[in-house]
C-alpha cells in the first residue's frame, strides 16, 4: 500500500524502497503517531468530515492498534515506507474503507513534525529527570566530604586550593546551565503543528487551538511553510543534549585522571570498573571512558543534522528524513550515560588526605600570601614578585610552605612585618586562605556551605518544574 500511487504508471524499483524507506526507524513514533491520528479523527469530526460514529470507531481502531503495536512481531514482514503508512495500512485491515479518510486535509509533512514533536517532548522530560537524578548524586557526593581540600587546577597544574563540594558544585552549576537548556528546547518542542498541510495550510478549517489543547500542546505553530521546513526544535534538543555529553565528558576525564595511580584521590567501586585479559592487576575506569567517548557521537549527532538542514530550499525535502536515526541514537546515549554518570558518582569516594599532602606539599597558597602582603599596604605586583622569590628560593632548598615560620618570613622580606607574624604562619597552610574567600561564588567555608543548601533548594525546584507527562 501506497499513500500516493495514483499519478505513477510504474511502481517504484527495490533498491529505490530499500533506500527510501524509513520504517525499521521510524517506528519508535508509532505511539505518536497513533495518538495524533485519533486527535485528528476528533478535529475531522468538528469540521464534518466524520460522523460521530466513524470517529468512534476509528479511534477505538487507533487504541487497538496502539496495543498491538507494542508486540515483537507488529512490524513483522512490513514493507511499508514509513511508520505514518503502516498505521493507515493497518488501520484499513480493522476498519476498511473508513480509513480512506483519515487523512483528509493533513500531509505527511506536518504528521512527521507532530509526531517527532509528540515523542520528543516526552524524551526531554525523560532526560530532565536523568539529570535531575544525575545531579542529586553530585550533591550527595559533595556532602560526603564536605570539608575536604582539593587542589585546584589551571593549565592541569595545581594553583589554588579549593574545597571538595566547591569542584563538585562547579559541575552542578553547568548541568543546572543544561537542564534550562532542555527546558527551553521543550518549550519550542512543545507546539502544535497540525493545520499546516503539506506547506500552504490545511484546506480544511480545523480549531487548531483546540486540536492543541487536545494533545498537550501550549500553542500552535504561526506559520504552514515555516512547519513544512522547520527542524530547529530537534536541533535544540540535540544542542542541549551535546553540552550535557560535553559536561559529563569534561567531568569522566578528571575522574580518570584524579582515579588513576599518579594523581591517586578518588576510589573507584568495582562495580563501575573493569579489568584487563592480560594484565591481572588492572582495574580500569571503563564507564568514564565511554561516557567521554560517547560525547563524540552526540556531538556528531548534532553536527549530522545541522550539515543536513543547512542548505535545503524551502520547504519540505526528503533530505528531513535524515533528522530521525541522529535524534534517536542521541537521547538513547545521552540518557545511558546520564544513569551511568549516576551510578559512577555514587561509587565514588575521596581519599581525603591524598588531595591534601597534594595541597600542602606545593605552592597553591602563594596567592594567599601575596594577597596578605597586599591587604598590608604593599602593592600587589610588589607582593607577587616577593612571594615569587619566596617560591623560587623554596623549590631550590626544597622547603615546603610549612617549613616556614613568621620569622623567617619576616627575615626573608621587610614586607612581612612583624605584626603579620601569626597570621603568615597560619597562611601557610591552604585551608587558611581559603577563608579569604568568603565571596559569594568563592571556596569559603561559609560561601560553598551556603551554595551547597542552594544547590539542593535549586534541585528541588527543578524537580517542582518538570512538566507532568
Ligand atoms: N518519512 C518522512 C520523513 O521522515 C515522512 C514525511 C514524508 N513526506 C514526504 N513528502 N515524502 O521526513
Do not use: C
Not at 511508520?83 to 488501520?91: C, F, G, P, Q, Y
Not at 543547512?310 to 541522529?326: A, F, V
Request: charged residues 25%; without cysteine; proline residues 4%.
Amino acid at each position: 500500500m501506497k499513500l500516493w500511487g495514483g499519478r505513477f504508471a510504474e511502481g517504484p524499483s527495490e533498491v529505490f524502497e530499500r533506500f527510501s524507506g524509513s520504517l525499521h526507524f521510524d517506528r519508535r513514533l508509532i505511539g505518536a503517531d497513533i495518538r495524533g491520528s485519533q486527535a485528528f479523527a476528533r478535529a475531522l469530526e468538528h469540521v464534518g468530515i466524520l460522523t460521530a460514529g466513524e470517529r468512534e470507531q476509528l479511534v477505538a481502531a487507533f487504541d487497538q492498534l496502539l496495543l498491538e503495536s507494542s508486540a515483537p512481531e507488529f512490524f513483522a514482514g512490513a514493507t511499508d515506507e514509513d511508520v505514518h503508512t503502516v498505521v493507515i495500512r493497518k488501520l484499513k485491515e480493522k476498519v476498511g474503507a473508513l480509513a480512506e479518510k483519515i487523512h483528509t486535509g493533513r500531509s505527511r509533512n506536518e504528521q512527521v513534525s507532530l509526531d517527532t514533536r509528540l515523542w520528543l517532548r516526552g524524551e526531554t522530560e525523560a532526560v530532565q529527570a536523568l539529570l535531575v537524578d544525575f545531579m542529586d548524586a553530585l550533591l550527595r557526593l559533595a556532602s560526603r566530604h564536605p570539608h575536604a581540600v582539593v587542589p585546584g587546577y589551571t593549565h592541569m597544574r595545581r594553583a589554588q586550593a579549593v574545597l571538595w563540594p566547591h569542584y563538585i558544585l562547579a559541575y552542578f552549576e553547568m548541568f543546572a546551565r543544561d537542564w534550562q537548556r532542555l527546558q527551553q528546547a521543550h518549550e519550542r518542542i512543545n507546539v502544535l503543528p497540525l493545520g499546516s498541510g503539506a506547506l500552504a495550510g490545511s484546506g480544511f478549517p480545523f480549531d487548531r487551538q483546540e486540536m492543541a489543547r487536545d494533545l498537550g500542546f501550549a500553542s500552535v505553530t504561526r506559520n504552514s511553510m515555516d512547519v513544512s521546513g522547520d527542524r530547529d526544535f530537534v536541533l535544540d534538543f540535540l544542542y542541549a543534549a551535546s553540552m550535557i555529553m560535553l559536561h559529563l565528558s569534561r567531568l569522566a576525564e578528571d575522574w580518570i585522571l584524579y582515579s588513576n595511580e599518579e594523581f591517586g584521590w578518588l576510589h573507584l567501586a568495582d562495580g563501575v570498573t573493569s579489568g584487563s585479559s592480560l594484565m591481572p592487576q588492572k582495574k580500569n575506569p571503563d564507564s568514564l571512558e565511554l561516557i567521554r567517548g560517547k560525547s563524540g557521537r552526540v556531538i556528531g549527532s548534532l553536527n549530522a543534522l545541522l550539515f543536513t538542514m543547512k542548505g535545503l530550499p524551502m520547504t519540505y525535502n526528503r533530505d528531513m528524513q535524515e533528522d530521525k536515526e541522529p535524534l534517536f541514537d542521541a537521547v538513547d546515549q545521552t540518557a545511558m550515560s546520564l544513569a551511568m554518570a549516576r551510578a559512577v558518582a555514587d561509587a565514588v569516594s575521596l581519599r581525603e588526605a591524598v588531595p591534601a599532602a597534594a595541597v600542602e606539599d606545593s605552592w597553591v597558597v602563594a596567592a594567599d600570601l601575596a594577597e596578605a602582603l597586599a591587604r598590608n599596604g604593599t602593592a600587589f605586583h610588589q607582593a607577587h614578585r616577593i612571594v615569587g622569590r619566596l617560591v623560587l628560593e623554596s623549590v631550590q632548598s626544597g622547603r615546603k610552605p610549612a617549613d616556614w615560620t613568621g620569622a623567617q618570613l619576616i627575615a626573608f622580606a621587610p614586607e612581612f612585618t612583624a605584626d603579620m607574624a601569626a597570621h603568615l604562619a597560619a597562611l601557610m597552610q591552604p585551608r587558611e586562605g581559603m577563608k579569604s574567600r568568603e565571596i559569594p561564588g568563592g571556596t569559603g567555608p561559609q560561601a560553598v556551605a551556603e551554595a551547597l543548601s542552594e544547590a539542593q533548594n535549586r534541585l528541588r525546584a527543578m524537580r517542582g518544574q518538570a512538566q507532568q507527562p
